[in-house]
């Protein structure tokens, strides 16, 4: 009897809390930063942040996560973002709970981190959300606005396939909190894909490029460099082209707060002024 009672309350303590699976790095880090990462039972690949998530079992990349091991964690509640809206919704077959969230822009990352926290009971928002504001309010402002393209990722083949960031993303947030303009005056897309003409026909007076170790680890640094100096753009003539490499900036997440002091800070203290 005791034993049948000890097994009955394991089970039902098990079924009690909440069991979260984040098909996300960033939703992986803000379950974390609202202090519910003991609920995590599976995460995304390259869900690094903290170090606790390194060891939560991987059902997958954040964009083609493995149905089977999403039901052999038995979750009560799996998140994810717009581009894992087909996975939610094979899940809703299997009844299991699901919330996608917006994470674009700075507005869409503090709405979630309040949509979030309401949904796993947690009263750790407001803070994480002030840090954001705070952030925001102190974002280095230059005196002489200039042009900025933001890229994501460095190589040195330049020929085709450049990412950048477009509009209504973080990214461009930030460009316009520091007083300057998103070198991408087009209206396509929030990721445009350029190629060596294009850059040129942009011209920006500043190019900033997001490097990751994580993911990008045998690129040549001195070599992508020097391609992107050789083209022909004010960023080059003036020396403003830079390589930012640290693991927040890709991820829209809480820290974005540090985001934005990192971005604004290079764009501002660190912008050289044309001859």
């Given at each position: 009897?005791?034993?049948?009672?000890?097994?009955?309350?394991l089970?039902?303590?098990?079924?009690?809390?909440?069991r979260?699976?984040?098909?996300?790095?960033?939703?992986?880090?803000?379950?974390?930063?609202?202090?519910?990462?003991?609920?995590?039972?599976?995460?995304?690949?390259?869900?690094?942040?903290?170090?606790?998530?390194?060891?939560?079992?991987?059902?997958?990349g954040?964009?083609?996560?493995?149905?089977?091991?999403?039901?052999?964690?038995?979750?009560?509640?799996?998140?994810?973002?717009?581009?894992?809206?087909?996975?939610l919704?094979?899940?809703k077959?299997?009844?299991?709970?699901?919330?996608?969230?917006?994470?674009?822009?700075?507005?869409?990352?503090?709405?979630?981190?309040?949509?979030?926290?309401?949904?796993?009971?947690?009263?750790?928002?407001?803070?994480?959300?002030q840090?954001?504001?705070?952030?925001?309010?102190k974002?280095?402002?230059?005196?002489t606005?200039?042009?900025?393209?933001?890229?994501?990722?460095?190589?040195d083949?330049?020929?085709?396939?450049?990412?950048?960031?477009?509009?209504?993303?973080?990214?461009?947030?930030?460009?316009?909190l520091?007083?300057?303009?998103?070198?991408?005056?087009?209206?396509?897309?929030?990721?445009?894909?350029?190629?060596?003409?294009?850059?040129?026909?942009?011209?920006?007076?500043?190019?900033?490029?997001?490097?990751?170790?994580?993911?990008?680890?045998?690129?040549?640094?001195?070599?992508?460099?020097?391609?992107?100096?050789?083209i022909?753009?004010?960023?080059?003539?003036n020396?403003?082209?830079?390589i930012?490499?640290?693991?927040y900036?890709?991820?829209?997440?809480h820290?974005?707060?540090?985001?934005?002091?990192?971005?604004?800070?290079?764009?501002?203290?660190?912008?050289?002024?044309?001859?």
């Open positions: 009897m005791r034993i049948f009672s000890f097994i009955l309350f089970t039902l303590n098990l079924w009690a809390n909440e979260i699976i984040s098909l996300s790095p960033s939703l992986t880090e803000i379950v974390y930063a609202l202090e519910k990462g003991n609920s995590l039972v599976g995460t995304s690949s390259y869900s690094l942040y903290p170090k606790e998530a390194q060891v939560v079992p991987i059902v997958g954040y964009q083609n996560p493995n149905i089977e091991k999403i039901l052999a964690l038995s979750p009560t509640l799996v998140i994810g973002q717009s581009f894992n809206q087909s996975t919704e094979k899940l077959y299997f009844k299991i709970k699901t919330l996608m969230l917006n994470l674009k822009t700075i507005k869409d990352i503090k709405t979630s981190i309040n949509i979030l926290a309401s949904k796993i009971d947690s009263k750790k928002d407001t803070k994480l959300i840090d954001i504001e705070d952030a925001m309010q974002a280095s402002k230059n005196k606005p200039h042009s900025v393209m933001i890229v994501y990722g460095l190589r083949d330049l020929r085709s396939s450049i990412y950048i960031a477009g509009h209504d993303i973080f990214f461009e947030d930030i460009i316009k520091s007083a300057n303009t998103n070198a991408y005056s087009a209206t396509s897309t929030s990721q445009p894909v350029l190629n060596y003409e294009n850059i040129i026909a942009l011209n920006p007076d500043q190019i900033i490029i997001l490097h990751s170790h994580a993911t990008e680890p045998n690129v040549d640094v001195k070599k992508a460099l020097k391609a992107w100096q050789s022909p753009t004010n960023a080059s003539k020396k403003n082209i830079s930012v490499d640290e693991d900036l890709h991820i829209p997440s820290r974005v707060a540090q985001t934005i002091k990192r971005l604004s800070n290079e764009m501002n203290k660190n912008y050289k002024l044309g001859n």
